[in-house]
């Protein structure tokens, strides 16, 4: 059974960085296409991010490209979030998703049509001064 652990989250300031770390265990990473997702309280949840398993292809949300930086290390069988200048409404609950199979996600279109079979528990991120 794949297992998927987040860690890295916490309290930082408006502008500040966070790098999350998700741990992938009973399986190889490399097999998995990885994603980011991302709830506030009394909203809907959100692709943040995601690195393809075929080719590291990467996909950004509008609302992070150009601050968030996804990547992944498949001897560690580890994937990380790296998040600057961070904002008060990236306030959430940061999930990390595997997809199984060969899997180019570079747009929101595919995203959204990704069955993201294993999740893990999330860690929060809140950004506040």
């Known amino acids: 059974q794949v297992q998927l652990v987040e860690s890295g989250g916490g309290l930082v300031q408006p502008g500040g960085s966070l790098r999350l770390s998700c741990e992938v265990s009973?399986?190889?990473?490399?097999?998995?296409?990885i994603g980011w997702f991302r709830q506030a309280p009394g909203k809907a949840r959100e692709a943040v991010s995601s690195?393809?398993?075929?080719?590291?292809?990467?996909y950004y949300a509008d609302s992070v490209r150009g601050r968030f930086t996804i990547s992944r290390d498949n001897d560690k069988k580890t994937a990380y979030l790296e998040m600057n200048r961070l904002k008060p409404e990236d306030t959430a609950v940061y999930y990390c998703?595997?997809?199984?199979?060969?899997?180019?996600?570079?747009?929101?279109?595919?995203?959204?049509?990704?069955?993201?079979?294993?999740w893990g528990q999330g860690t929060q991120v809140t950004v506040s001064s």
């Open positions: 998703a595997a997809a199984p199979g060969r899997i180019r996600i570079t747009t929101a279109e595919i995203m959204a049509k990704v069955i993201w079979m294993f």
């Open positions: 009973g399986s190889t990473l490399n097999s998995y296409a």
């Open positions: 690195i393809s398993s075929l080719d590291e292809s990467t």
